[in-house]
Each structure stands twice: as structure tokens, then as C-alpha cells.
């Protein structure tokens, strides 16, 4: 595996949604790597996890680095206008 960078974070209050439901998310891993089914060679990928949940309480993401970007301002815009509300 040759992860370039990978970041984890622990995260509060947050859920996703996996194949059984609504899950309460425990902490993100974002990395730059080889992606399991996106078209590129590299793709920055988040996975959203509870550990002990299992292996089903996972929502993977695997974003081209330009949609990575779009995303990235996406989420800049809406929280600062959440900030501001």
C-alpha cells in the first residue's frame, strides 16, 4: 500500500448512513491513495467509521483530486454561512 498522506479525525455528533441504516460515526480517515473502484490512478479517499460497530458501519469515498477541491470549497462556503446563521 503506498498511502501518501493520510489524516484521522475523531467526530462528534455526526452519523452516516450505511446498508443497514443510520449510524453514529465514531471518527474519518482521509487519505491520498490507490482508490478500490474510481476510474484514476489516485484518489483522495474518506472513509467514515464505527469500529465497534463492525465492518458494515462504514461509508467509504473515493473523490477524483478534482472533485476533491470542489468539495473542500463546498464545505468552506456552508460552514461559514452556518457560522454566520
Same mark, same amino acid.
Not at 23 to 45: I, K, S, W
Not at 52 to 73: I, N
Given at each position: 500500500?503506498?498511502?501518501?498522506?493520510?489524516?484521522? %479525525?475523531? &467526530?462528534?455528533?455526526?452519523?452516516?448512513?450505511?446498508?443497514?441504516?443510520?449510524?453514529?460515526?465514531? @471518527?474519518?480517515?482521509? /487519505? /491520498?491513495?490507490?482508490? =478500490?473502484?474510481?476510474?484514476?490512478?489516485? @484518489? =483522495?479517499?474518506?472513509?467514515?467509521?464505527?469500529?465497534? #460497530?463492525?465492518?458494515?458501519? #462504514?461509508?467509504? =469515498?473515493? %473523490?477524483? &483530486?478534482?472533485?476533491? #477541491?470542489? &468539495?473542500?470549497?463546498?464545505?468552506? =462556503? @456552508?460552514?461559514? #454561512?452556518?457560522?454566520?446563521?
Amino acid at each position: 500500500m503506498c498511502t501518501y498522506s493520510t489524516e484521522k %479525525l475523531d &467526530l462528534a455528533k455526526s452519523s452516516g448512513k450505511g446498508p443497514e441504516g443510520w449510524f453514529p460515526l465514531e @471518527t474519518a480517515t482521509v /487519505y /491520498y491513495d490507490h482508490p =478500490v473502484h474510481a476510474p484514476d490512478e489516485h @484518489t =483522495v479517499n474518506i472513509d467514515f467509521l464505527n469500529p465497534g #460497530r463492525g465492518p458494515g458501519a #462504514r461509508v467509504a =469515498v473515493e %473523490l477524483s &483530486l478534482d472533485s476533491a #477541491r470542489a &468539495l473542500l470549497a463546498a464545505l468552506a =462556503v @456552508t460552514v461559514e #454561512r452556518a457560522a454566520h446563521h
